[in-house]
């Protein structure tokens, strides 16, 4: 597949996380020889997190995950699981068998218990998943883990990714450095609630695992609860951050931390919206002075989730009457008089009106680039939000027309 022109240059150097281990190989889930399957060993006494899509058809590993989450003995050793090619989701019992056998022969392997072992799947839906081939893959995966595994592993979970999705931080807290380190896949059926996403953070930090789940759901609400790239909800959407609390630094208050952690998921986001199928644009839209965040944040998500504004970017075309649609069909309060649209630093549209001054052949110069903000202005209060998209091309047609063929 054709990398994303909106791809990074290249992947980043990950900083080693003491307690954690990774390896990655090929089950043929789906295709022979493709690497499919990762497996992350976590250190004793690692805290570990997790928010999930809110579908009502979520997968059998999602259910899994929130019934183990909170579980965490300090004295507990964990595992994550992920297998690419299927997303055995909507298999009824089988599904429910196939993840507790996995647990269960993950926790054989490794010898912990199987109730801190953590699986994800993505991929086709409504197929069985031949978990025997990844329980019969298992003892190697145990015998190649390694602290320096992480791209290899964001490879294992790509699906219709064009290219792994890494990002990382230090943070200097009371003089010692903290790490934090992430992966991510996720291409199409990204919407909020989030995605056909998978992501896995790893710190070093220590924290106790209701203040880290508090911070993990918060700080997905203001990232990966922030980008579109279709506005469907996968089955699968996992984000889950394990801290080992090896640096010995208590990060529950640290501003810090919260910072840095932000940074990393916001920077993930970012590269699944950039990686979306068939995108060449990345597009911000940035709302302000709405009656309330919320409001600002429902403006946003309907101009986003436009098909129409979607295609207009695509085709360069700066038809800012599609962001008035998508503004006025929000259900949010609106004033036609009190709206101002902007392109970049170009006004559009003010006091229900084309400003004056605005032309056409400014607005279409402006589209032609690679990233593109569309700012509104409600005038109404205070209100703001940003949500991330792409446009919509005749790539996202042709990926998804083709993809279980």
Not at 143 to 168: S, V, Y
Not at 223 to 248: L, P, R, W
Request: glycine residues 10%; negative net charge; proline residues 3%.
């Amino acid at each position: 597949m054709t990398r994303s022109p909106l791809a990074p240059a290249a992947f980043p150097d990950l900083p080693v996380i003491e307690g954690v281990r990774f390896a990655a190989g090929a089950a043929g889930i789906k295709y022979a020889d493709r690497t499919d399957v990762m497996l992350v060993e976590l250190a004793q006494g690692t805290s570990v997190a997790g928010v999930f899509t809110k579908s009502s058809t979520r997968s059998a590993a999602v259910r899994d995950c929130q019934r183990k989450l909170g579980n965490d003995a300090p004295e507990g050793r964990a595992a994550i699981l992920v297998n690419s090619g299927n997303s055995n989701a909507f298999t009824g019992a089988a599904g429910d068998q196939s993840v507790a056998a996995i647990c269960d022969a993950t926790a054989d392997t490794l010898s912990l218990d199987a109730g801190r072992v953590f699986t994800a799947s993505t991929g086709v839906i409504g197929e069985r998943l031949p978990h025997d081939r990844i329980v019969g893959k298992l003892a190697d995966l145990s015998q190649n883990l390694t602290d320096a595994g992480l791209e290899d592993a964001a490879r294992a979970i790509m699906t219709t990714d064009t290219f792994p999705k890494g990002a990382c931080a230090t943070v200097e807290i009371d003089g010692t450095p903290v790490k934090i380190a992430g992966i991510a896949k996720g291409s199409g059926m990204i919407a909020p609630d989030m995605a056909t996403m998978l992501v896995y953070l790893f710190t070093d930090a220590k924290m106790s695992q209701p203040a880290l789940q508090a911070l993990l759901a918060t700080l997905t609400d203001q990232t990966f609860n922030c980008i579109t790239v279709d506005s469907d909800t996968s089955t699968s959407d996992s984000v889950m951050i394990a801290a080992t609390g090896t640096s010995g630094v208590d990060v529950t208050d640290s501003a810090g931390f919260t910072k840095a952690l932000h940074g990393v998921m916001l920077d993930l986001a970012h590269q699944v919206v950039r990686d979306g199928e068939g995108a060449t644009k990345f597009v911000e839209v940035r709302v302000s002075g709405a009656a309330s965040d919320e409001e600002a944040r429902t403006v946003g998500l309907s101009i986003a989730n436009s098909p129409l504004v979607k295609t207009a970017i695509a085709g360069e075309d700066p038809n800012w009457g599609r962001i008035v649609m998508a503004v006025g069909k929000s259900g949010a309060q609106a004033d036609r008089d009190r709206l101002t649209i902007r392109f970049g630093d170009i006004t559009v549209a003010e006091n229900g009106w084309v400003a004056e001054g605005y032309s056409e052949e400014a607005g279409a110069a402006y589209m032609t680039q690679q990233e593109l903000l569309i700012a509104v202005d409600l005038g109404l209060g205070g209100g703001m939000a940003s949500v991330w998209t792409c446009d919509l091309t005749h790539g996202y047609i042709t990926i998804n027309a083709d993809y279980r063929s």
